[in-house]
């Protein structure tokens, strides 16, 4: 049986520590974010959506910093270098679509989903990694937050397919 003690050496959790403190610049980053994605939404639903999201995303950040301790350590942040790029594309979806328009938030919710799609491919291999090193406690805490991104993409869907996008379309100058 693996014990803590027993695996802090081994280079898979060494490794699995440092995915975690990406994730933890992640999850920070997407929360900085999600306020200006919010502002920039032109449909209500859109912005309840996202809004509720925000509050997960500040329990996402909480329950890394509960693995963390989980695991003996202190919360450390290493820059996400995927999350950069893609929070600077929802940046440049934004300022190429017209404020007040459906296009806008047909570009809003492809960026999100961009965003989200990371996280669970992320938390996807994470929760793998750390059932392996039955690191249980761990895993449960990622397998809550992996719920919340597959709903939020799920909403998001449903959001594009049921109106947003074909309202997209249907817009003339
Ligand atoms: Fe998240
Ligand atoms: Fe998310």
């Not at 027993?6 to 610049?25: G, Q, T, V």
């Not at 693995?67 to 190429?96: H, N, Q, R, W, Y």
């Not at 039955?134 to 109106?163: C, I, P």
């Amino acid at each position: 049986m693996a014990t803590l003690e027993n695996m802090k050496d081994l280079p898979f959790h060494k490794f699995f520590i440092f995915e975690l403190e990406d994730l933890y610049w992640a999850e920070q980053h997407i929360l900085k974010s999600m306020p200006k994605m919010i502002d920039a939404a032109t449909s209500k639903a859109l912005e309840s959506g996202l809004t509720s999201h925000l509050q997960e995303t500040t329990a996402h950040v909480t329950r890394l910093e509960q693995a963390f301790k989980a695991l003996g350590e202190t919360p450390k942040e290493t820059k996400c270098k995927a999350t950069t790029g893609i929070l600077k594309e929802v940046e440049d979806m934004i300022s190429e679509t017209e404020k007040g328009s459906e296009v806008r938030d047909a570009a809003i919710i492809m960026a999100a989903q961009k965003v989200e799609h990371y996280e669970i491919t992320s938390y996807g291999s994470m929760i793998a990694f750390s059932k392996l090193m039955d690191h249980t406690k761990v895993s449960e805490l990622l397998q809550d937050t992996l719920r919340e991104e597959d709903n939020a993409n799920s909403a998001l869907t449903s959001l594009a397919e049921g109106g947003i996008n074909q309202q997209a379309l249907n817009e003339i100058d």
